[in-house]
Structures are given as C-alpha cells and as structure tokens.
Nanobody
C-alpha cells in the first residue's frame, strides 16, 4: 500500500528557505509536489521521474526550488529557496504507482496523495 507523509512546512520570512520532505512507503514511484491556496485549484510545482533522472518545475519556481529523491531513505524532498509571500500554500506530495517513464505534471495522473503541509511566507 502506498502511503505518503509530508513534513517540513512552517513559517518563514520572505527570502528564507524551507525543505519539505515526503516519506514514501510501498515502493519507488514517479513523484510530484503540488500546492493549493484556499479558494483556488491545486497547482503543479515540481516532479521527478521514477528513475530520478528527470525533473520538471513550474515556471514560477524555476531556479528557486529543487526536487530530489533519496532512495535509501524512501523520501522525496522539495528544497525551497528565496521564498516569497505568494509561495504561501498547503504543499502536497503525490505518487503515480505504475508509470516508469518521465515526469508527470498532470494532477489527474497521480494516484496517491499526502495530507499536505502548510508553508507560510510572511514578514
């Protein structure tokens, strides 16, 4: 059974950094990070392929966020630098159980979701 548990969210000042972690049980999967603010749809942030060889980022986080996989500890990380108030959201990790190709950026293609972790960027 696939289970995803996010951690690492919190309150940070603008310009600060946070590292989110997604603990993955049940195997190795194509993974993604999404975020959602109240009243808006969940949006794609970053993705990493099953192999870990490919990554993809939303334009608004390119150069600031990095997605990485730690296969030994079964975790996928989202390192966030230069955070802005508009990055404030609940961040979710997601897994696609069967796809062994490249990255997945479509929310609908993910089968499993974590419970989310709140990131607040404020002075």
């Amino acid at each position: 059974q696939v289970q995803l548990v996010e951690s690492g969210g919190g309150l940070v000042h603008p310009g600060g950094s946070l590292k989110l972690a997604c603990e993955v049980s049940g195997g190795t999967y194509a993974m993604g990070w999404f975020r959602q603010v109240p009243g808006k749809e969940r949006t794609f942030v970053a993705a990493i392929s099953w192999s870990g060889m490919s990554t993809s980022y939303a334009d608004f986080v390119k150069g600031r966020f990095t997605i990485a996989r730690d296969s030994v500890n079964n975790r996928v990380y989202l390192q966030m630098f230069s955070l802005k108030p508009e990055d404030t959201a609940v961040y979710y990790c997601a897994a696609n159980r069967d796809f062994r190709g490249g990255v997945i950026i479509e929310e609908s293609r993910y089968d499993y979701w974590g419970q989310g972790t709140q990131v607040t960027v404020s002075a």
